[in-house]
């Protein structure tokens, strides 16, 4: 047989079995967790300088909160995996801190330190369908977790991209739970009450969260924000009821 022959038949072979080790290669890319939690954190033109840090100074205090740590300690594997993005217009959300997998105090620390440090950013409309979609990208990059978790914080209602149901029905079906934070303003704009619009903490009830175990969390203001978001990521953890939320909740 020509040596040129063998070589075709080779590289033939090769061709076909390169599918099969990017495949194998992939699944042993990511890394088994307790849950894979995405943050996604409204920057839209209703979220002032002022609102925004105090939403990132919120999540950065969650992650120092000792609380937190022993509840990822709790878990089968001990270990979790947080990413956070901010979004705001359909074409607009933003990885401030990448993938990071999470097991004690001292990585909780690490990742509180990104969020610190990451860029502080405002845009101008409320994509919550455009934020859900990118959200449920995000999974399965890194980590592989037995449960997936987007936890969607805002203060308004979709207003640019797809309709909202599209993009969640779309999460639900691929296993995503969905959970809320919604931020009530005490003093909503007349146009607001004229257009019908509803509360935000309804409409996060009745067209945002959704899947198994879902829940919706309600700040009273930006002020009450960091108590807020530290008791939803705790719950959001934990892998059943027990002491540690009853303390989250205290």
Same mark, same amino acid.
């Given at each position: 047989m020509s040596r040129i022959l063998l070589s075709r038949r #080779?590289?033939?072979a090769a061709g076909l079995a390169a599918p099969a080790l990017i495949a194998a290669?992939?699944?042993h890319a990511t890394e088994e967790v307790d849950v894979e939690l995405v943050l996604a954190v409204d920057v839209s033109r209703s979220v002032d300088a002022e609102e925004m840090e105090m939403q990132m100074a919120g999540y950065a205090a969650a992650f120092r909160d000792p609380r937190l740590a022993e509840g990822i300690a709790g878990g089968p594997l001990g270990?979790?995996?947080v990413t956070l993005f901010v979004w705001s217009d359909w074409n607009i959300q933003h990885v401030l801190v990448p993938w990071m997998r999470l097991d004690g105090a001292a990585s909780c620390a690490r990742f509180a330190a990104a969020v610190?440090?990451? #860029?502080r950013e405002t845009y101008l409309y409320t994509s919550i369908s455009g934020a859900i979609s990118f959200a449920a990208q995000q999974f399965g990059t890194r980590f592989s977790g037995t449960r997936q978790v987007v936890d969607v914080s805002g203060d308004g209602v979709n207003n640019s991209g797809p309709p909202l149901a599209g993009a969640r029905d779309a999460a639900l079906a691929q296993g995503i739970v969905l959970n809320g934070l919604a931020v009530l303003d005490r003093t909503p704009q007349p146009s607001a009450l004229l257009a019908g619009i509803p509360p935000v903490d309804d409409y996060y009830r009745d067209q945002v969260i959704g899947?198994?175990?879902?829940?919706?969390m309600v700040a009273e203001g930006y002020g009450a924000f960091q108590g807020a978001v530290r008791r939803k990521i705790i719950r959001e953890i934990a892998t059943a009821p027990g002491p540690l939320l009853e303390r989250a909740f205290a």
């Open positions: #080779s590289v033939l290669r992939s699944a270990a979790i995996a610190d440090g990451a #860029s899947g198994p175990g879902a829940f919706l």
